[in-house]
């Protein structure tokens, strides 16, 4: 028998999400794991933006070496994808995280990050982070990944809060005079 067990699932809304998982593969074969957490994006995003993702977390086997492989077509055990239709499609965003690795006895997996300019032209409301790997035999991960998406000021923002820096100069100088 196979356990996957999600530890911990957060989310806020400003936005970043973060989950904690164990895997135990009881089997004598190689075992697939699939799962997603998701939630939405408050304020959406529909701007220039950061994206980041990072896995990290431990490797253990009961009999000669542990492996655990991205599944499937993907490269990385970690996808970060955003919808801009409330999680019907996604699309990447572009920070996959985690390679294939194998140990002896109990090893560390990661640190693993990444971090990209988003994909734009969309108002971003959802946001999911879907783990797909295999687990050898025998063998036990635990995991923790994070993601998150934040906007880039518009050059916009900064002409405000310099004229408003500006106003509050002159406000002090004008009060100091009098």
């Given at each position: 028998m196979s356990v996957l067990r999600l530890n911990n699932v957060s989310g806020h809304g400003?936005?970043?999400?973060?989950?904690?998982?164990?895997?135990?593969?009881?089997?004598?074969?190689?075992?697939?794991?699939?799962?997603?957490?998701?939630?939405?994006?408050?304020p959406t995003v529909n701007s220039a933006n950061i994206v980041h993702a990072d896995i990290a977390g431990g490797l253990t086997t009961k009999d000669g070496n542990v492996t655990i492989s991205p599944f499937g077509s993907s490269t990385a055990i970690q996808q970060f994808q955003l919808s801009a239709d409330n999680g019907a499609t996604f699309f990447t965003a572009g920070v996959d995280v985690g390679p294939q690795a194998s140990a002896a006895g109990t090893a560390t997996y990661g640190t693993y990050a990444a971090d990209a300019s988003g994909p734009t032209g969309q108002t971003?409301?959802?946001?999911?982070?879907?783990?797909?790997?295999?687990?050898?035999?025998?063998?036990?991960?635990?995991?923790?990944?994070?993601?998150?998406?934040?906007?880039?000021?518009?050059?916009?923002?900064?002409?405000?809060?310099?004229?408003?820096?500006?106003?509050?100069g002159f406000m002090a100088r004008r009060c100091k005079r009098a």
């Open positions: 400003d936005p970043d999400l973060s989950y904690a998982v164990s895997a135990v593969n009881n089997n004598t074969y190689t075992q697939t794991y699939t799962f997603a957490v998701g939630e939405e994006i408050f971003w409301n959802y946001m999911q982070i879907v783990s797909k790997f295999t687990l050898t035999g025998k063998d036990s991960a635990s995991l923790v990944g994070f993601a998150s998406i934040t906007p880039v000021p518009e050059p916009e923002s900064y002409s405000m809060l310099l004229v408003g820096l500006g106003l509050m």
